[in-house]
């Protein structure tokens, strides 16, 4: 069997799963409460599909802040 292959998310599907504005989601980030992106080209960053499922369980999910 082949491992699963990570899926990378852009910015609107992030923002689709975890509902908040872009302007909030790049002040996450900056003082760490959102996951860095990984920069796939140029002008070009993604998220990793796990590092966002794991953030909207910790945070949405129920779990504890």
Request: glycine share 10%; net charge positive.
């Given at each position: 069997?082949?491992p699963k292959k990570e899926r990378f998310l852009r910015m ?54």
């Amino acid at each position: 069997m082949e491992p699963k292959k990570e899926r990378f998310l852009r910015m609107k599907e992030v923002l689709t799963v975890y509902p908040v504005s872009k302007s909030t989601w790049w002040a996450g980030i900056k003082t760490g409460r959102y996951p860095k992106p990984y920069k796939l080209g140029a002008k070009t960053v993604a998220w990793r599909e796990s590092d966002i499922s794991k953030l909207v369980e910790q945070t949405l999910g129920g779990g504890a802040e």
